[in-house]
């Protein structure tokens, strides 16, 4: 199984302020494409799951552009420009390379 | 754009069959893939499988034992069955439609950019 890791696991910021959310795979996810296999989800409080950012680096549908993804091989980065009050909640990285496993989660709160 | 609806018991017993429907509405559901994602209360996501409008099946390593997907087409359904449930199986389980966001290489790659808004599943004689 390919084992996620994410750090830290919580994480206070101040708006305004960038952020940056780690995240560790036990082997690599370059696929033989050539691209990385990995997304990023957000659950909001009170909310259902949203996906964020896909196959490492592009933004979905309506993620505003202070929202980067990046990384290779191993060691993965989401980043946050500028934090607003909107983006609390639990940040998760996933595989999809080997079936999909997702990181335990990075609590952002103001 | 698509809505999904999970339905199903929100009690069930030790031992018992977990079952759980989720329901496809404004858009249709073939021609993608559909998942199941569970949250444990105080963990993480966890991700439970996925199943093509055709019927292959991708299931977690960890509950493949237990674990059977299915589709319905006719009714803009698929389904989540799982055995011999346990306390370990309490969650907020979500369905999901994985879409085909990119191609990378000669792949599509598919991610859950749909979801529905959860149903509460207690295991509890």
């Known amino acids: ?110 | 754009q698509a809505q999904l609806q999970e339905s199903g018991p929100g009690l069930v017993k030790p031992s018992e069959t977990l079952s759980l429907t989720c329901t496809v509405s404004g858009g249709s559901i073939s021609g993608y893939y559909w998942s199941w994602v569970r949250r444990p209360p105080g963990k993480g996501l966890e991700w439970v499988g996925y199943i093509h409008y055709t019927g292959a099946t991708n299931y977690s390593p960890s509950l493949m034992s237990r674990l059977t997907l299915s589709v319905d087409t006719s009714k803009s359904q698929f389904s989540l069955k799982l055995t011999s449930v346990t306390a370990a199986d309490t969650a907020v389980y979500y369905c999901a439609r994985l879409n085909a966001l990119a191609i990378a290489g000669m792949n599509y790659y598919h991610s859950m950019d749909v979801w529905g808004q959860g149903t509460t599943v207690t295991i509890s004689s």
């Not at chain 1, 994480?11 to 940056?20: F, K, M, Q, R, Y």
């Not at chain 1, 033989?32 to 196959?55: E, F, N």
């Open chain 1, 1 to 110: 199984d390919v084992v996620m890791t994410q750090s830290p696991l919580s994480l206070p910021v101040t708006p305004g302020e960038p952020a940056s959310i780690s995240c560790r795979s036990s082997q690599s996810l370059l696929h033989s494409s050539g691209y990385y296999y990995l997304d990023w989800y957000v659950q909001k409080p009170g909310q259902s799951p949203q996906l964020l950012i896909y196959l490492h680096s592009n933004r979905a549908s309506g993620v505003p552009d202070r929202f980067s993804g990046s990384g290779s091989g191993t060691d993965f980065t989401l980043k946050i420009s500028r934090v607003e009050a909107e983006d609390v909640g639990v940040y998760y990285c996933m595989q999809t390379l080997k079936t999909r496993t997702f990181g335990q989660g990075t609590k952002l709160e103001i």
